[in-house]
């Protein structure tokens, strides 16, 4: 069974806070994913990596950063938080297939307040 | 325009009643099509890939009509476990997931 896991289902942080969420899927999946889910929105991509140290924005990346040094791990920085980042963020891993989008496993999501 | 449009609802239906949901995207060079399910503050699980020659998982049958793009979901004699958002998912490319908004369904008893 897919296991993926984020650091923390729910997070307080005030405007100006460097944040830092954190995604390990225990899959050996080479594709891990980025995306946040509000309402009436369907989920967005942030960035995605297709490998370790790879990195790809995805479309919304302003005002995120990703680092991905091993393969299980993936991470999401908010260099520098603010309101409009208060959201839903949620990790997700796949294996590829050429050419063919395979199934995307998410983690639990994290629930990001910015005051 | 959305590239993946979804009716958002609620859809309230009876338990045991047949429901159906469209979706339709932009695209026309998707590739791959997916319906996803999420529970109330919980995160997005495959219900099940849509095929070309469309496909049936027990209650739940998905078609695909290139045409006219888009994608259907049909849910026979519904259970109350039913009640969830359904999330349309198209693919573009090697990478890219494009996602609906959703469509809630409430099973009412």
């Known amino acids: 069974d897919v296991k993926v896991t984020q650091s923390s289902r729910y997070l307080v942080k005030r405007t100006g806070e460097k944040v830092f969420l954190e995604c390990v899927q225990d899959m050996d999946h080479e594709n891990m994913f980025w995306y946040r889910q509000d309402p009436g929105l369907g989920l967005r991509l942030i960035y995605f990596?297709?490998?370790?140290?790879?990195?790809e924005k995805g479309d919304i990346p302003e005002g995120y950063s990703v680092s991905r040094e091993k393969k299980e791990r993936f991470s999401l920085i908010l260099e520098s938080a603010s309101t409009n980042q208060t959201s839903m963020y949620l990790c997700?891993?796949?294996?590829?297939?050429?050419?063919?989008?395979?199934?995307?496993?998410f983690g639990p999501g994290t629930r990001l307040l910015v005051l | 325009r959305k590239e993946v449009e979804q009716d958002p609802g609620p859809f309230n239906v009876p338990e045991g009643a047949t429901v159906a949901f469209n979706c339709t995207y932009s695209n026309s060079a998707s590739q791959s099509f997916f319906w996803y399910r999420q529970d109330c503050r919980k995160e997005p699980k495959l219900l099940m890939s849509?095929?070309?020659?469309?496909n049936e998982d027990g209650r739940f049958t998905a078609q695909l009509n290139r045409a006219s793009q888009y994608i259907s979901l049909l849910i026979r004699d519904s259970k109350l476990s039913d009640s969830a958002t359904y999330l349309c998912?198209?693919?573009?490319?090697?990478?890219?997931?494009?996602w609906g908004a959703g469509t809630k369904l409430i099973i009412k008893p």
């Open positions: 990596s297709y490998d370790v140290k790879m990195k």
């Open positions: 998912v198209v693919g573009v490319g090697n990478y890219q997931l494009i």
């Open positions: 849509v095929y070309s020659s469309g």
């Open positions: 997700a891993s796949s294996s590829p297939r050429q050419g063919v989008q395979e199934t995307q496993y």
